[in-house]
């Protein structure tokens, strides 16, 4: 945990201050306008090619004008590169394919059934096309380094774990509040799993959650951190944070605001350690952790 600590106390040392301090004023208000004017719901409304093209935009908006802040401050000649501005423009369109992609299976002639086996191989298939295309990507520009990050070498558990303990008080109190038990546990919505003897069906369901995160650490902190770090360093943090936020839009907005910080802490991390593993045990431990939270608050209260 030292060692993790160190690396955060000498970002905030080295970080750009002004850079950091625009990054979040610009996140800010980004939230504000998404939480006035339902930003992302509205979104949601539109086909499917239309959506793409919305989230698209965001995202674009977003990590650019994070590149462009550290740009400013940190004179990076960065955008005289031409991969960095193919890169740039291609990673949102990768993470807009994948909030805005549809799957319409028929497993099942149970309209209920159908729904849920649609839910269940919705997170693996867009893992599955998500990594592919990384993987894609990695082989032509960054052979020379790991799969962003896919590495266990000097991988340490132990402040992972730790780092999963301190978030417990949290969870437990966002677990009271309304907005939280409105959107967790997740399966809530599938009312397939809301009838009795379904024990089996939503742990299948939220193993497939799970996988999610994979493809969002692999995404997030191994590609848009490790991949960029090439060509900006440290400054590549930052933009990331700000993408990251964005993909929490409709969330709880005390889970949307955190998601900017934690996704940052997160990405120091991987940039230091050149691992997202530990990142993905955290990541994925807060998640069924907050399903556990929901399905109790829901009890309770």
């Known amino acids: 945990m030292k060692k993790i600590f160190s690396y955060l106390v000498d ?30 719901a509205n979104l949601y409304k539109l086909p499917e090619w239309g959506e793409f093209v919305g989230w698209y935009g965001v995202f674009l908006l977003s990590f650019g004008i994070g590149h462009l802040i550290h ?15 193919f890169l740039l423009l291609l990673a949102p369109s990768l993470f807009a394919w994948k909030m805005s992609a549809d799957i319409g299976y028929n497993f099942s002639p149970d309209r209920l059934e159908n729904e849920y086996w649609n839910n269940v191989v919705y997170w693996p298939y867009k893992v599955a096309v998500v990594s592919s295309m990384l993987y894609l990507i990695h082989r032509y520009f960054h052979r020379d380094q790991s799969f962003y990050g896919l590495t266990a070498k000097g991988l340490e558990l132990k402040p992972y774990l730790l780092m999963l303990l301190l978030m417990l008080p949290l969870i437990a109190l966002a677990s009271t509040q309304p907005d939280f038990l409105a959107m967790y546990p997740r399966f809530q919505k599938v009312e397939y799993l809301l009838q009795p003897d379904r024990g089996w069906h939503k742990l299948l369901y ?55 910080f934690g996704g940052m802490i997160l990405g120091v991390i991987t940039y230091h350690t050149r691992s997202i ?20 608050g829901k009890n309770l209260f």
Do not use: Q
């Open 277 to 296: 593993l530990g990142g993905f045990l955290v990541h994925v431990g807060i998640a069924w952790l907050m399903e556990l939270g929901g399905s109790i």
């Open 206 to 260: 939220e193993l497939s959650y799970g996988s999610d995160f994979f493809s969002i650490e692999l995404f997030f902190r191994g590609f848009l951190v490790l991949a960029f770090a090439k060509y900006v360093g440290k400054d590549a943090i930052l933009p990331m944070a700000i993408f990251y936020c964005t993909i929490h839009f409709g969330k709880p907005l005390g889970e949307c605001i955190s998601s900017y």
């Open 71 to 85: 740009a400013a401050f940190s004179k990076t000649a960065a955008f005289g590169n031409r991969n960095f501005i």
């Open 11 to 40: 970002y905030g040392k080295t970080v750009n201050r002004p850079a950091f301090l625009l990054s979040t004023a610009f996140t800010a208000v980004a939230i504000f306008i998404n939480y006035r004017f339902n930003l992302n």
